[in-house]
């Protein structure tokens, strides 16, 4: 071979070699990246080039997989009641991404998981046809249908958690959407999308876990439960020594109950939660002082900005440099603490479960039917409160349900604890009040449940409003759905 040809040849060896190189880069190295870049039209018409897992409620499926047979896409997703269910399974489109659990669970779904490998090439081998993963929720459907049903028309959510494990039972928000309307790539997906982003009621905002509200006397709770594990109070039965007129420290500014009338001065801890007296808990609040109260709420999971269902929660807010006059209203649920319905919900539960707070959770279980590639494993997110302080807790809550502000939440036959709040917001105070009721239920078999429920009603008579006469029907309704009674 002559020297020319010789050079030539060896030039030639070396751009294989570097394009064989290049080729292992991309598909070894740099694959994930470019699967995943925003850009990469393929990742989403292979999304639906087959039948995508199904999101399983009660043992049923609330997904479809329609075959449309596109130029670029051959199925569509739809959803099964799909306004009752969208704030747990979000959305899923061709054109507008996805969200939620369509979206943190989409490689699952799409059956690109790497767990899925085994099944896929047994699928391939067997000439059966692709199809996506399903994901198992914990969502109880009549709990679920319970919470939607109630809050009807009127803005607002729902969350029902099992104390004993943390499973969400039902996640509920209103007004809501179907996703359904815009899962296409038509004129008319776009014009239901750009309705729905315009819409001023948000009816795509997840008001259960991404809405904070100002908690109002459902934050009592938290502020006993300081008193009690600061050892400031030992009994429920023990009184508070509050004057008839409470003043907020450092301003002229009277503290005042929402009714004039109700005995509040020198109450007991169980008869001031009972009638939900501001006086008894903002003094209590003030003398404990921010940072205990702080303290108190963060093992209850507030200023908690990593609390992933998967879907992540808004952080709870409990705020920190308070003037006195705003750690007294802070303790009644005021001023500047906001929670999620998510958050009271795990309050109530926290309470009903001695104390051990459990971390909640939506997915119990990924995979394809019969090969289960996660199970959901149950563990404590804290230990809230002694189960002693629990147990005067529920005392006190019990006394609410049976004596006081929560009797229209009373399941004969089953214990129910509760705490009503009707939560004061904008500016001055001028907006309508938001109506709370946290609860928690449990029967003789030992089955339990923790509800908390938020009603933002806009048509009612500010006077009308109240978390014992909107919310805790609402309450009680999905607490006999998850008891079956």
Known sequence: MNKPIRRVSIFCLVLILALMVRVNWVQGVQASAWASNPHNERTKYDRYAYPRGNIIVGGQPVTKSDFVNGLRYKYKRSWVDGPMYAPVTGYSSQVFDASQLEKLEDDVLSGTDSRLFFRNTLDMLTGKTRQGGDVVTTIDPKVQKAGFEGLGNRKGAAVAIDPRTGAILALVSTPSYDPGTFAGGSDADSAAWTALKSDPNQPMLNRALRQTYPPGSTFKLVT????????????????????????????????VNDSPDEPCTDATLAAAMALSCNTVFGKIGAELGGDAVRAQAEKFGFNNDKVDVPIRAAASYYPSGSSPDGTAMDAIGQHDTRATPLEMAMVAAAIANNGSLMQPYLVAQEGAPGHAISTHSEHQMSQAVSPATAQKLQQLMEGVVKNGTGQRANIPGVTVGGKTGTAQHGQDNAGKPFAWFVSYAKDSSGKQVAVAVVVEDGA???SEISGGSLAAPIAKSMMQAALGK
């Open 224 to 255: 006993a439960a300081t008193a009690f594990e600061t050892g400031k109070f030992k009994d429920p039965n023990d009184e508070t020594q509050t004057p008839e007129t409470y003043i907020l420290p450092g301003t002229s500014t009277p503290l």
């Open 460 to 462: 009612a008579q500010s």
